[in-house]
């Protein structure tokens, strides 16, 4: 399935800084271009994504942090960090109420997050870690924590209430059921993933990302498109009132 959904609120909730840029930042200019308010949530500051001589994780922290919301402002999207370290992530009861007090405050229509089942994608790869982490606490905030007004009482008691997500868009992983065409937001893509400089050095991935996104198109006839596994809790063809609680 493809088309053109564009959300009123996506937000994408991933482990690392250029997470998204790797993977889905061609949906995330697509949308923000159409109207979209698209907001990042990237949970750790990947601050032990380096092997460089005399680096810290504080200093590099202050690095990917920057990388990242420039990579954020070519897309169009605003940045939130959680803070959490690199490395150690882990889908807890404390990293889910945190996702569920952004979901709630910020009222997305679509979340798009990894897949916590992709464990070995490739003959040559181990996923991280903290991508399964970061998928899997994404997951369990949106349904049913979120929606839910009675699991956290206080955050109502501060005013956010339930909140019911209509779409999941689920990357890298091998269920496909929905594609985006990209065609005309790849080279923000590209841009937006060259700001990551202290994880690239002086390699150039527009090729690799061009080609990744030319295989995903040429499954529906898109020049360049990004694949999902699109989960719909609630249509926006149907009344609320119709959604069975379950």
């Known amino acids: 399935m ?14 690392h800084p250029d997470d998204i840029e790797f993977g889905v930042a061609g949906t995330a200019a ?5 109207g979209s ?3 990042y949530v990237v949970i750790t500051d990947g601050n032990v994504g380096s092997h460089e001589d005399g680096m810290t994780p504080e200093r590099l922290a202050e690095i990917r ?18 803070g959490y370290h690199d490395g150690f992530l882990q889908p807890t009861l404390e990293l889910r109420k945190d ?31 903290d ?11 949106v349904f049913p924590a979120a929606e839910m007004t009675l699991l956290y009482p206080d955050l109502a008691a501060e005013g956010l209430v339930g909140h019911k997500v209509n779409y999941v868009f689920v990357s890298f992983g091998e269920r496909v059921n929905h594609f985006v065409d990209i065609t ?29 996104a030319a295989d995903t198109g040429k499954k ?13 809790l609630q249509s926006l063809d149907t009344p609320a009132t119709a959604q069975p609680e379950i």
């Open 220 to 232: 529906v006839g898109f020049a360049y498109a990004e694949g999902f596994y699109r989960i719909t």
């Open 99 to 129: 996702l569920v007090r952004l979901i709630r405050q910020y009222r997305p229509d679509a979340v798009v997050c990894g897949d916590p089942s992709n464990y070995f994608p490739a003959e040559d790869y181990i996923n991280h870690p």
């Open 184 to 212: 005309d937001t790849i080279d923000l893509k590209i841009e937006a993933l060259q700001k990551h400089v202290s994880q690239l050095g002086q390699w150039n991935p527009a090729d690799m990302i061009r080609q990744w």
């Open 65 to 82: 942090r920057a990388e990242q919301t420039a990579a954020g402002q070519v897309a169009g999207a605003e940045c939130l960090f959680l």
């Open 30 to 34: 697509k949308w923000a271009r159409a």
């Open 131 to 141: 991508h399964r982490a970061a998928a899997q606490a994404a997951l369990d905030a």
């Open 37 to 39: 308010r698209v907001i």
């Open 2 to 15: 493809s088309g053109a959904y564009t959300p009123q609120t996506a937000m994408f909730i991933f482990a």
